[in-house]
């Protein structure tokens, strides 16, 4: 093992899943190296790729591990690797996803606080070019600046993002570490947490920043893994859910505004709209300023203020696309019973 | 993903009746001494987006008003046949109206949703706690012996579950 991909006293190893990431491992490696805060490990588990993504890690000195064939999917690779860790907290990173350079360092405290199991931090598009990654731009720049502090200060947030999330090894391998039965690991993982009674904390200075989707293919298929992803979970926990007061509403609340609300937004405001009065068309915009204000406050703050003004259009065709896949994973794996269990990668 | 739908959906008005209620809690939090200075930072904060967007949606209204007002003129003047049920429709009132009618439906829907799963979570913790005590052994307790004793009889039931 090269000398590189080991650095004492974080007490962190970093495991990097990648299926054909070559165009992105080695930025996301370099970035993990070049922390404030280095961890101890870095692990990257190509996961059969056909591209070099494996040859291209081992020649940044960081430990590869392949395993006997492809795992499908990224919670298997993840599993695969968990293993070989020993160090006290294990971080999980997209491979197309690079760190701010003191991201790990700002994390690392809130997953060391008593009773916390996992840490996630704020997660911001790399690229902001098409349309799609510029709903999505606006899409995480109102919901890590105004859902998702809410959720950390009532101690649920609902999901520790899988690209960018901290864990304590012992409590990840005796919760069952990353299960395979969802489209949303993390999501599932998070959930889990809660219902074992640990804590999930969010951590709005450490930044990481992924790769999303360009084009609507690629879009599409991860719309369709989140959606059926969060309606999998939603089956999989739902007694457990129901025990755990904020998260509960906050589920139910996001379950109802994807479908009863998606239903009322595509059928009965039009028909009220061309029947009863034209007025009933403000429906589609009256909630422009509850997204605009928390969007300009950071876009303020990251002097990116043109640029989240330009994306606002995008987000509003990004949401009613959204609520297309999940009226559709509703459908599929409530009403038809059919689940989704072919793990397609985004990007 | 943000799959929540403008107008119709209840996602943001319960992230904002839930910020509003943050400082209540943490003042609850300070009478039992469990309050934290750098969580008053992050309600600040919150509050602060709150006021403006309750601001900026107040100043949606009132420009939509103005619209429709403007809207209804140039009906009446120039297309007055052929949209006169439309210019009606279209009155100045008509958008703030609408926007009471969309919360208060929205806050209703938010409050029934609330009251559903909150009836759900206590029926489904009571179930698990009743399967959790249907799973502890049987405990008979020696009566003979409770005749000596003087304290209640479930407080005694209790007491010799624990020294079992």
Known sequence: MDIKSRSPGSGLTVMVPAYNEAASIVDTIRSIQAQTLPPEEIIVIDDHSSDNTGDLARSCGVTV????????????????????????????????????????????????????????????PRHVRSIWERGRYVEYLFAFTFY?????????????????????????????????????????????????????????EAVCYPIEPHNYHFMSKQLKRWSHGFVQNVRCHWSGLLQIPFLRTMVVVALWDATTAAIAYFLILPLLAIFVNPLFLLGYLIDIPCVAVPVLYKAVGRKEVVKSLASLPSFFLLRFVNSLFVLEAVWSEIVMRRTLKVYEKGH | MIAGLPGTGIGGIFYLVIAIAMPIRELFHKAYNCSYRSRWGVIALTLGLVVAIFASLWAEVALVSAACLWLQGVLQTDLHLANAGLSEKLSAAGAPLFACMAASAAFITLAVLYAVTRILGYYYARRAKRRSQAARPVFIPDQRLYARSSEPWRAYVERQRVLE
Request: aromatic fraction near 10%; include cysteine; charge should be neutral.
């Open chain 1, 148 to 204: 998702k502090p809410i959720q950390d200060y009532y101690g649920k947030p609902m999901i520790s993002s899988g690209c960018f999330s901290v864990y304590r090894t012992d409590l990840l391998k005796a919760n069952g570490a990353w299960s395979t039965r969802t489209m949303a690991e993390d999501m599932d993982l998070t959930w889990t947490y809660y219902e074992a009674g640990h804590g999930v904390r969010f951590v709005p």
């Open chain 1, 65 to 124: 591990l392949r395993p006997p064939a492809n795992t499908g999917s990224k919670a298997g690779a993840q599993n695969f690797a968990l293993g070989q860790v020993h160090t006290p907290y294990v971080m999980a990173i997209d491979g197309d996803t690079t760190l701010a350079p003191n991201a790990i360092e700002l994390l690392m405290p809130a997953v060391k606080e008593p009773g916390v199991a996992a840490a996630c931090g704020f997660v911001l």
